[in-house]
T-cell receptor, first 116, second 108 residues
C-alpha cells in the first residue's frame, strides 16, 4: 500500500543525546516536511524539502538537522542543541502541482519523543 | 512569514451549516489558501485548497474574498464527526505554516 511511514512511534532519550527520526514515503512525492506539535498547540514547521539534495528551514529549525539523499526518505535528527525536544513529530509529503501550488499533504502517524 | 488569523473556537449544531472564517491579509498573488483539519489523537487531514475562485469538493466549499485577504470554509451540514481543529494555511510555494486553528464543536 502507498503511504508515509514514520519510525519509531515512541522514543525515549537522555539529555545530551542526538536522535534520528525516520520518514519514508512510497507515494513518489517530490516534497517532504517535518512538523512539531506540542500538547494543545498547532503544528510548527521545522524543515521542508521540495527536491532531492535540497531543503529549507521552517520556523523552528534550530537544534534540528535533516537530509534528503533519496526522494523517498527525509530523516530528522534532533540534536542535543534542541533545548526542549520532548514533543510529537509529524512527517508529511506532497506532490508539487506547480512552483507555487502544493498538493494535498499526506501525514505519517507521528513519532513521540520524550527526553528523560 | 505568512500568518493567518482564525477564531480560537466555534460551536455548531448538528446538521446545520458551519462557516469558519480566516484572515490572511499578507497574502501575495501566488499564495494558495489551504484548509486542514485534525481530529483528536490523529494527524491532520486535507480538506480543500484554492487560489482565487471558490472551490467545492465532497467535504466542503471554500469561498475566497475578491481581494483574497480572507476566506471562509463552509461545511454544508455539520455532523458530530466534523468536530475537530480546523487550520487555515497561507501556502507560500512549498512552505505551509499551520496556525493555532479553530476548534469546532458540534452539538447534537
Amino acid at each position: 500500500d502507498g503511504g508515509i511511514t514514520q519510525s519509531p512511534k515512541y522514543l525515549f532519550r537522555k539529555e545530551g543525546q542526538n536522535v534520528t527520526l525516520s520518514c519514508e514515503q512510497n507515494l513518489n512525492h517530490d516534497a517532504m516536511y517535518w512538523y512539531r506539535q506540542d500538547p494543545g498547540q498547532g503544528l510548527r514547521l521545522i524543515y521542508y524539502s521540495q527536491i532531492v539534495n535540497d531543503f529549507q528551514k521552517g520556523d523552528i529549525a534550530e537544534g534540528y538537522s535533516v537530509s534528503r539523499e533519496k526522494k523517498e526518505s527525509f530523516p530528522l535528527t534532533v540534536t542535543s542543541a534542541q533545548k526542549n525536544p520532548t514533543a510529537f513529530y509529524l512527517c508529511a509529503s506532497s506532490r508539487l502541482l506547480s512552483a507555487t501550488n502544493t498538493g494535498e499533504l499526506f501525514f505519517g502517524e507521528g513519532s513521540r519523543l520524550t527526553v528523560l | 512569514d505568512a500568518k493567518t488569523t482564525q477564531p480560537n473556537s466555534m460551536e455548531s449544531n448538528e446538521e446545520e451549516p458551519v462557516h469558519l472564517p480566516c484572515n490572511h491579509s499578507t497574502i501575495s498573488g501566488t499564495d494558495y489558501i489551504h484548509w486542514y483539519r485534525q481530529l483528536p489523537s490523529q494527524g491532520p487531514e486535507y480538506v480543500i485548497h484554492g487560489l482565487t475562485s471558490n472551490v467545492n469538493n465532497r467535504m466542503a466549499s471554500l469561498a475566497i474574498a475578491e481581494d483574497r485577504k480572507s476566506s471562509t470554509l463552509i461545511l454544508h451540514r455539520a455532523t458530530l464527526r466534523d468536530a475537530a481543529v480546523y487550520y487555515c494555511i497561507q501556502g507560500q510555494g512549498g512552505k505551509l505554516i499551520f496556525g493555532q486553528g479553530t476548534e469546532l464543536s458540534v452539538k447534537p
